[in-house]
C-alpha cells in the first residue's frame, strides 16, 4: 500500500500497529498523530496501542460521545476527577490544561482538529463534521481556552485527514442551514462550490476560515490536504463504505506548562 503524499508540514510514521499522520509544527509543541485504518478502533486494544505511540496511557485517554455539535468539554488542571477517564459526555471539543492528559476525537470523513498552546500548556481535539462546522465548534473550543489564560494567536492547529472538498458532494438545504445559523453570504459563497448540477462544501477551507476569524494566526493553521474519500485503502469513509465503515482518531496529549 503505497502512502499517499500531505502536504509537506505533515509527515508519516510507522508505528507498531501501521501508519500514523504527524504534523510537524506541532510536533514540536505536544505529542499527537492521526491514525490510519490500519487501527481497528473503537477496540479497546487498538486505543492502547494508539495511546503507547504518544507516550500515553488508557488511564489518561479523555474522549467525549460525540454529537455533531459545538458544546466543548472542559478538564482544569487540578480539577480533573479521578475517573474522569471512564466518562463520555456528550459534545465535540475537549480542552484541558492538564499536563499529560491525551485529548481524542474519532473520524471516518468528518475533520478532526488539535489545538495547542504551548505557552500555557494547553490542548484541544476537535471533531468537526458539517453540523459541527455549521454551528462553530472550532471557534468555540478556542473561547473555551481562555479560560485556561491562552491568547488564540499563541495557538497551533493541525488539521487532519477527512473528506475534501471535490470529494464532498451535498444537498442545498446545507447552505440554508449555514445562513440560518448566522454564516455571511460571502463565507457561504466561499465555502459551496457549484459544477454543473452538483454541490461540494469544502469543510477544510470552513474550519481554516472559522479558526482564523477566532484570532489564530493563518500560518499557523495546517492542513494535511488528504481526502478519506479519495484514498479509502488508508482511511476509514463513511461515505465510501457506510455503516461498516471503522474509525481513526486524532489524539493530542496535553503539554507541560512552559
Not at 481535539?125 to 481556552?145: L, N, Q, S
Not at 448566522?182 to 463565507?187: E, F, K
Request: net charge negative; charged share 20%.
Amino acid at each position: 500500500m503505497t502512502r499517499p503524499r500531505p502536504d509537506a508540514t505533515f509527515h508519516w510514521t510507522s508505528e507498531a500497529w501501521g501508519d500514523a499522520l504527524r504534523c510537524r509544527a506541532l510536533s514540536a509543541a505536544a505529542q499527537h498523530l492521526f491514525t490510519s485504518r490500519q487501527l481497528a478502533l473503537p477496540d479497546d486494544a487498538a486505543w492502547r496501542a494508539a495511546l503507547t505511540s504518544v507516550g500515553s496511557t488508557a488511564d489518561r485517554l479523555m474522549r467525549v460521545k460525540q454529537v455533531h455539535g459545538n458544546v466543548v468539554r472542559v478538564l482544569k488542571r487540578g480539577q480533573v476527577p479521578e475517573l474522569a477517564h471512564t466518562q463520555r459526555p456528550d459534545g465535540d471539543a475537549i480542552v484541558s490544561n492538564e499536563a499529560g492528559l491525551a485529548l481524542a476525537v474519532m473520524v471516518a470523513d468528518c475533520v478532526p482538529i488539535l489545538l495547542c498552546d504551548p505557552i500555557h500548556g494547553a490542548a484541544a481535539a476537535i471533531h468537526a463534521g458539517w453540523r459541527g462546522t455549521c454551528a462553530r465548534v472550532g471557534p468555540a473550543a478556542v473561547e473555551a481556552m481562555r479560560e485556561f489564560g491562552c491568547h488564540p494567536s499563541d495557538l497551533i492547529a493541525a488539521i487532519g485527514p477527512s473528506v475534501g472538498p471535490d470529494d464532498y458532494q451535498v444537498g442545498d438545504s446545507l447552505i440554508t442551514s449555514f445562513r440560518e445559523a448566522g454564516h455571511p453570504q460571502t463565507s457561504v459563497d466561499r465555502w459551496f462550490t457549484r459544477r454543473g448540477d452538483k454541490l461540494f462544501l469544502d469543510l477544510w477551507a470552513a474550519n481554516i476560515h472559522q479558526l482564523i476569524d477566532a484570532g489564530l494566526d493563518a500560518g499557523a493553521i495546517f492542513l494535511s490536504g488528504l481526502s478519506t474519500v479519495s484514498h479509502p485503502d488508508i482511511f476509514d469513509s463513511f461515505r465510501v463504505d457506510g455503516e461498516k465503515a471503522g474509525r481513526m482518531a486524532g489524539i493530542i496529549v496535553v503539554p507541560a506548562f512552559a
